[in-house]
T-cell receptor
Framework: EDQVTQSPEALRLQEGESSSLNCSYTVSGLRGLFWYRQDPGKGPEFLFTLYSAGEEKEKERLKATLTKKESFLHITAPKPEDSATYLCAVLGLANQAGTALIFGKGTTLSVSS | DVKVTQSSRYLVKRTGEKVFLECVQDMDHENMFWYRQDPGLGLRLIYFSYDVKMKEKGDIPEGYSVSREKKERFSLILESASTNQTSMYLC??????????FGSGTRLTVV
């Protein structure tokens, strides 16, 4: 069964204090790993898709990396506006006829000034 | 930009009512999904559809049904609302080219 585990559940940082969020996954044939940002009361907003081990993508202060077992979302010098819940999801060969994402429970990041 | 629009941001319904949640996407996506999101449980797939009039059960379909009569519209139906269906409901659509896009969500409270 495909599974996604995110850690930590919650993370508190000071502004400028870099850190990483972890997403561990087990999937039968990874077709893609997705990172989303979700603000309270809103729908998830797409950040990145990673397709193969070794791939990296960057956007502003965020950088996502992928290995065969996990993905990291690195946050460099975060600002208070980076506070949100970050969701990781996978799409595998055996997922629900191959189209539905399987989500982790998310990491809630709080950045204080 | 791809848009996925959910008809209501907030809904309050009574136990036993039949509830319709509507979702419309404007980019001709083949696939559409309904998830619910609860604290500590994350997003769980209720139903999805890969074509008009086609539907597949997700992980938690009990108490729900869906309808997709047109490609752009995917409706979630709570046949007889219960308090344990109080949740945030998220609709998404996807295509090979554009990935997955979510709506803003509907927060449903059943009293």
């Amino acid at each position: 069964e495909d599974q996604v585990t995110q850690s930590p559940e919650a993370l508190r940082l000071q502004e400028g204090e870099s850190s990483s969020l972890n997403c561990s996954y087990t999937v039968s044939g990874l077709r893609g790993l997705f990172w989303y940002r979700q603000d309270p009361g809103k729908g998830p907003e797409f950040l990145f898709t990673l397709y193969s081990a070794g791939e990296e993508k960057e956007k502003e202060r965020l950088k996502a990396t992928l290995t065969k077992k996990e993905s990291f979302l690195h946050i460099t010098a975060p600002k208070p506006e980076d506070s949100a819940t970050y969701l990781c999801a996978v799409l595998g060969l055996a997922n629900q006829a191959g189209t539905a994402l399987i989500f982790g429970k998310g990491t809630t990041l709080s950045v204080s000034s | 930009d791809v848009k996925v629009t959910q008809s209501s941001r907030y809904l309050v319904k009574r136990t036993g009512e039949k509830v319709f949640l509507e979702c419309v996407q404007d980019m001709d996506h083949e696939n559409m999904f309904w998830y619910r999101q609860d604290p500590g449980l994350g997003l769980r797939l209720i139903y999805f559809s890969y074509d008009v009039k086609m539907k597949e059960k997700g992980d938690i379909p009990e108490g729900y049904s869906v309808s997709r009569e047109k490609k752009e519209r995917f409706s979630l139906i709570l046949e007889s609302a219960s308090t344990n269906q109080t949740s945030m409901y998220l609709c998404a659509s996807s295509s090979r080219l554009y990935g997955y896009t979510f709506g803003s969500g509907t927060r449903l409270t059943v009293v």
